[in-house]
């Protein structure tokens, strides 16, 4: 008979009937475990799919009957998913891209976004930034600092002035030939207060306002048997206006910058600006010396201590 179960060359018409069958075995669970618990109850079920069919109006050779009972033994016409690997993964992900493709290519879009930015933006940012940096190093300072040097030159009438901005040349220049930018820049900035300092015009006065001390007395740390005595001093300029100077307290060796400051006097010096501010509330003699352009150093009018306080 053509129609035996280890046939499997059965025609296509065949073939879905008894796949057919073997559906209707599976909804007939039932009958299934009742005439399957042994090999002798084929017979009788083959009987009993055949009357089934036939009182659908549907005649079905005892073959293909054979073919679904033995099918539904070997588990045939049944579906049956693949294991787990690459191929079922990539076949899920494509069958659910509707869910997370939208993300993907936002993601993409980012992630295109964030390396041009960092290929074409960034990166030549970073290449001009180091560049500019080199190029001012190695030659916008240099040339800084010689003008500087030459402009110092110039203008002291000081040999003392000339002598340290040659050597604060020196140290620039050794530091670019080091790289060593943070040295550069504060040679740099020594040039600078040099020549700054040597342009400065002004006069050293006692403060005379009120609400403000014009001198004061302490006593010091190292001796507390002596005293110390102190005028407080500010520098005015040409146009009347006080100056904010670089100032060092001699309490602690800190360079603070101030608009007054106390200026060590002898004692006798200290009592005759408080006998002429008793006499009538104004200090006549109030000048204390004065700085001309040119020179580092004040031209003081009265005996002085060479010491400074910023802080009383």
Do not use: C
């Amino acid at each position: 008979m053509t129609g035996q179960s280890g046939d499997t060359s059965l025609p296509l018409d065949d073939v879905m009937l008894a796949m057919d069958v073997v559906d209707t075995l599976r909804y007939r669970r039932d009958l299934v475990l009742r005439e399957l618990d042994g090999d002798a109850r084929d017979a009788a079920l083959i009987e009993r799919l055949r009357d089934i069919y036939h009182h659908q109006g549907i005649e079905v050779p005892d073959h293909i009957l054979r073919e679904g009972v033995e099918g539904l033994k070997q588990d045939r016409f049944t579906y049956h998913p693949p294991g787990p690997g690459l191929g079922r993964t990539l076949a899920g992900a494509y069958a659910t891209r509707g869910k997370w493709g939208k993300w993907v290519l936002g993601l993409g879009a980012v992630l295109v976004l964030a390396l041009g930015a960092w290929f074409f933006a960034y990166l030549p940012y970073q290449a001009a930034q180091t560049e500019a940096a080199r190029i001012e190093l190695s030659e916008t300072m240099p040339a800084q600092m010689q003008a500087l040097y030459d402009t110092i030159y110039e203008e002291t009438k000081v040999q003392s002035a000339a002598e340290t901005a040659e050597l604060y040349l020196q140290r620039g220049q050794a530091a670019v030939a080091e790289q060593d930018r943070a040295a550069a820049e504060d040679a740099l900035a020594r040039l600078t207060a040099l020549r700054d300092e040597l342009r400065r015009q002004y006069e050293l006065r006692v403060v005379n306002r009120d609400g403000i001390a014009s001198g004061f007395w302490t006593f010091p740390d190292v001796n507390q048997s002596a005293s110390n005595y102190y005028l407080v001093v500010e520098a005015i300029d040409e146009d009347g206006q006080a100056l904010t100077l670089p100032i060092e307290n001699e309490e602690n060796g800190l360079i603070e910058n101030v608009s007054a400051w106390g200026l060590r006097v002898p004692e006798s010096v200290y009592n005759s600006v408080v006998e002429d501010k008793q006499d009538d509330g104004i200090i006549q003699r109030n000048l204390v010396g004065s700085k001309e352009y040119g020179f580092l150093d004040i031209n003081y009018a009265v005996p002085t201590l060479d010491g400074t306080v910023t802080r009383w």
